[in-house]
């Protein structure tokens, strides 16, 4: 699924070794404001390329003002239009920038990208499209098929109706679209969706890249002020982002500040991959804002008499936080209706398998895998009942392996169940999250519809209702969970219970269940947010082992089941609640617990 380069690494390194002409396989055609420059325009160098059979270079020497530029592209040998040339004898690129301006031009985008075609775009600050509400690609125009790279680049204070920075319709083939390294998507505006970057139809965005920034971005009426994926376009993103800020910030639209997964109305799938590639700086959605709905990310679905598309979010290694919107902060995960059809949901899978075969894990002691500090309020500042994570009809719902911290709202997650839908946490932590009603609540309309909660901590957070959990479900499961929230029922539910392994401090709601402890669990550093069990407390080695997706690793990706020699099981070898100690320390059977927390002395 990964990505594959188009362009020969070893290329450029030929072409700047070369003094100007002809090199064997390729040629450059140079631009600039001096004798030395064998054309007066970009257009005239481009078109030059295009009629000379592979790959081929156009240089932009910085000795001249580009302005008023619509570059009109089509070659599917390729073309790379590099600048930051200091005149037409230079060789040297370096990292420096030749600015090309669409200003003054007569509203088209300043690349306009059709057909077969494979175009890089490197040392270049794109710059000054101005277009109508109904254009598409303001810095970027391409409709077609082929291969899009981006590097060394900025796309910057461009505006049109769709795609501020970049429009990319995959149409005719298969069209990829590579942001790489210190590629920046700053400052542009969609009058309607796709502030920053927009794909469309049979297309895929890969942004993978080490100092790569999509933020700033606007979409004034629509969808995805960084991001837009429209089905069956979908996206990979993994870079760890620009001078250690996350990869996509302080974007904003009406439905999904960062990010934008969209159903087409042809009922084409959309879908989003969130994944780590530098284990020290994992993936970020952060500082977005949505004036309605969704402030890190939205996915919509469509559906009509005959068929439906879906969006998707998978997610792994990755921070979304500090995420502002009314209702669904970090994620909205809206819904779909024909009366044919019923319902079709939104689909968001937290700690994806599929993600996280495209990257890596998050080192240890790296903040990942985080859903925090979102904030659900209107854009006056004023606090909403809205929630962290809303999941509308016929949604599905899993967070495995991840920690919930901080957010405020009406509550963290909430659900509207339909024709089947359901809400799952396995091995994680919801702790210091302040909600104004229940801190988990699903309310289904129908049959089929789940609530699981498995291997999970559940601590410390404010909770304006008189339950933890409300779960109007046809099945609801808790299992090997720890609840410490003194003066707050556990659970409120409808159907059948299904609860075991649980460690509470209000266990009247569990009646029925097996081996529900009533008491405290005993926390390593409380007050410091350290929410992994001593070794003297309630709830280790506590219950029987189970294998299974989601099941077999604790938060920390450690083995889920150890058998500490020296604690007596009491139905089984594993700990519950969101963590599992791995170390041995016979000295722990007796009073000296200082290094008896499941860490190493050292």
């Not at 089509?74 to 090309?100: A, F, N």
């Not at 240890?364 to 929630?387: F, K, M, Q, W």
């Not at 500490?564 to 070898?573: E, H, V």
């Amino acid at each position: 699924m990964a990505r594959s380069g188009h362009w020969p690494a070893v290329l450029l390194a030929v072409a700047l070794a070369a003094t100007g002409g002809p090199a064997s396989a390729f040629e450059v055609f140079k631009v600039g404001g001096d004798g030395d420059c064998p054309y007066p325009t970009v257009q005239a160098a481009v078109d030059a390329a295009a009629a000379t059979p592979g790959a081929d270079y156009v240089w932009l020497a910085m000795n001249r003002t580009y302005s008023g530029e619509n570059v009109q592209v089509s070659d599917p040998d390729g073309v790379i239009i590099v600048g930051g040339l200091e005149d037409c004898d230079d060789i040297d690129v370096d990292t420096r920038t030749t600015t090309i301006s669409g200003a003054g031009n007569d509203g088209s985008a300043v690349f306009t990208i059709r057909g077969h075609s494979s175009v890089k775009l490197q040392n270049l600050f794109i710059t000054g499209a101005d277009r109508n509400g109904d254009a598409n690609g303001g810095g970027v125009d391409f409709d077609g098929w082929g291969d899009l790279e981006i590097e060394l680049s900025a796309i910057s204070l461009n505006s049109a109706g769709y795609g501020g920075g970049v429009n990319a319709k995959g149409n005719g083939g298969h069209l990829d679209v590579v942001l790489e390294d210190n590629s920046l998507v700053l400052n542009n505006t969609a009058q309607t969706s796709g502030g920053g970057v927009r794909v469309e139809g049979d297309a895929r965005l890969y942004v993978d890249d080490v100092q790569t920034l999509i933020g700033f971005n606007h979409a004034l009426g629509g969808y995805g002020g960084g991001i837009e994926t429209l089905g069956p376009a979908e996206a990979e993103v993994g870079s760890p982002g620009y001078n250690g800020g996350a990869v996509i910030q302080f974007n904003d639209a009406v439905y999904g500040g960062g990010v934008a997964v969209i159903a087409s109305e042809n009922n084409d799938t959309s879908r989003i991959y969130l994944f780590t590639t530098d284990p020290a700086n994992p993936v970020q959605v952060s500082s977005n804002s949505a004036s309605a709905t969704g402030g890190g990310i939205y996915l919509k679905p469509h559906t009509d008499s005959f068929d439906f598309g879906l969006a998707f979010l998978d997610a792994s290694d990755f921070r979304i936080d500090d995420n502002i919107a009314q209702e669904g902060a970090a994620i909205y995960g809206d819904e779909d209706y024909n009366v044919l059809q019923g319902f079709v949901g939104s689909n968001v899978w937290l700690g994806s398998t599929n993600a996280a075969a495209l990257g890596m894990r998050c080192a240890p002691g790296v903040p990942c895998n985080e859903v925090a500090r979102n904030i659900a309020e209107d854009s006056g500042g004023n606090p909403t009942d809205g929630a962290t994570i809303l999941m509308q009809s016929c949604s599905g719902f899993t967070a495995a392996r991840t920690s919930f911290l901080g957010n405020r709202g009406g509550y963290l997650v909430r659900a509207f169940g339909d024709q089947g839908a359901f809400t799952r946490l396995f091995q994680s932590v919801a702790a210091q999250n302040t909600v104004t009603h229940d801190l988990i609540n699903f309310a289904p309309t129908s049959d089929f519809s789940t609530v699981v909660v498995h291997g999970t901590t559940i601590v410390d957070n404010s909770i304006g209702s008189g339950f933890v959990i409300y779960a109007d479900s046809e099945n609801v499961e808790v299992w090997s969970s720890i609840f410490d929230q003194i003066g707050t029922q556990t659970i409120a539910y409808t159907g059948a219970l299904h609860a075991g392994y649980v460690l509470t401090n209000n266990a009247s709601t569990l009646a029925g269940g097996t081996f529900i402890v009533d008491g405290e669990p005993a926390f390593v550093d409380r007050a410091g947010g350290d929410y992994h069990l001593q070794r003297t407390s309630f709830g280790i080695d506590l219950a029987p082992g189970e294998a299974g997706p989601n099941l077999d690793l604790d938060l920390d990706g450690n083995p889920r089941v150890v058998d500490l020699i020296d604690i007596p099981n009491a139905d089984g070898p594993m700990d519950i609640g969101a963590y599992e100690i791995q170390n041995q320390i016979a000295s722990c059977a007796v009073g000296d617990t200082v290094f008896c927390n499941g860490f190493d002395a050292s």
